[in-house]
């Protein structure tokens, strides 16, 4: 099978739906407003779910985290060096189906050949199918499109699978990805669901019953490196471009690829069929531990986003999750460079009456300070 067919398709409908922007500073001040009780009180407030109205059209009924944490740690990141990586994959790979069933470039270097396994520096992915593995699906469904159901599996199933290949691949997954583990259905009713987006929602298996199951990097406890957007920073004069996880183009950096994650595609039977690991980031020591805003301080600032504003449309606020973001420093180090670091922030997902996608506000869990905006 051919591979890099995914990257423009995804990075298309990417740009599509997001034209945001992040900004490339990250201060420190931990201040901030706290709400009034008279505020909150009509808020209906459930162990992982808030509801309500703010003002006019603009609706609270949003998952939130069962607790949050008084404090949260700031960490730095590096690009992973090549330790026979790619090896230990195969054999992994092998030892899961009980058989040689690996086959990679070196291998096949007929440009023509079929090759089922490929091992780089930023990740390492096997699939049985004939076709390029349905990964960024789980991304556009995560990120962009709103909930459907996706309890309905057999956990039992799932679980022996996923047990399966954690005890095969033990040795090789990052010690910052958690066991825990999210699931993503993909059949004829999600297609027949996001048609409206266009073709590019399209799958290779697109008749098939399947699941996506993804693990992320957890550098605090319930507190997950989800890795988006893509995040652009100011190149600073003199800088020097040794970062492994960044490209310098047009004065810009870029982050590309610096997920730390498993993905496994599954049938309904437990049968693996696809296999994706991200093994490009080491997360390091912890640099800083501050005190982040709650949930509550999270809606007020929502509040006072919207309090001048006249709603025409409703606004309805789905989603208040606290994830972990990648940063680069505002300054150089002696020797020019500059660190990359994970930091704690709120990311709100909410939807615009007569739209179909989700739009996002990512805030500074520290400051407050709106960090980013899809519209």
């Not at 939130?64 to 992973?80: D, F, R």
């Not at 690829?257 to 496994?264: A, G, M, S």
Request: proline letters at 3%.
């Amino acid at each position: 099978m051919k591979k890099g067919v995914l990257i423009p398709i995804f990075s298309c409908v990417f740009c599509t739906f997001l034209t945001g922007c992040m900004r490339t500073d990250v201060p420190t001040d931990t201040s901030s407003g706290t709400k009034t009780e008279a505020e909150t009180q009509e808020l209906v407030w459930e162990e992982s779910h808030v509801s309500g109205e703010l003002k006019e059209n603009l609706i609270l009924d949003a998952n939130i985290p069962e607790t949050v944490p008084a404090t949260a740690g700031s960490y730095l990141i590096s690009g992973k060096k090549d330790n026979g990586f790619e090896e230990l994959f195969e054999q992994c790979v092998d030892t899961l189906y009980g058989a040689d069933v690996t086959i990679t470039m070196k291998d096949s270097p007929d440009d023509d050949a079929d090759i089922n396994t490929t091992v780089h520096e930023t990740a390492a992915d096997y699939s049985s199918k004939e076709y390029d593995a349905d990964y960024y699906l789980g991304d556009l469904l995560e990120v962009y499109l709103p909930d459907y159901d996706h309890n309905d599996y057999d956990r039992e199933v799932i679980d022996a699978s996923v047990n399966r290949f954690l005890e095969v691949f033990a040795d090789i997954i990052p010690a910052n990805i958690t066991r825990q583990y999210t699931v993503m259905h993909f059949n004829q009713a999600f297609y027949e669901n996001t048609e409206q987006y266009g073709e590019s929602i399209t799958s290779h298996w697109k008749h098939e019953d399947y699941y996506l199951v993804r693990f992320y990097a957890e550098p605090e406890e319930n507190i997950f490196y989800k890795s988006w957007p893509e995040l652009t920073f100011a190149a600073i004069p003199g800088e020097k471009v040794e970062n492994e996880l960044t490209t310098l183009m047009e004065d810009r950096h870029y982050f590309s690829n610096t997920t730390q994650r498993i993905e496994l595609l599954i049938y309904p039977d437990g049968q693996i069929f696809g296999i994706q690991m991200n093994n490009n980031l080491e997360i390091g020591e912890k640099i800083r531990e501050e005190a982040i805003l709650g949930v509550e301080d999270v809606i007020e600032l929502l509040r006072k986003k919207y309090e001048k504003r006249y709603l025409l449309k409703s606004i309805t606020i789905s989603d208040i999750e606290l994830q972990y973001q990648c940063f680069m420093a505002d300054e150089l180090d002696e020797s020019g460079n500059r660190d990359t670091f994970l930091a704690p922030v709120w990311v709100v997902k909410y939807l615009e009456e007569g739209q179909s996608v989700f739009y996002t506000y990512i805030f500074s869990a520290t400051t407050g300070e709106l960090l980013f905006s899809s519209v």
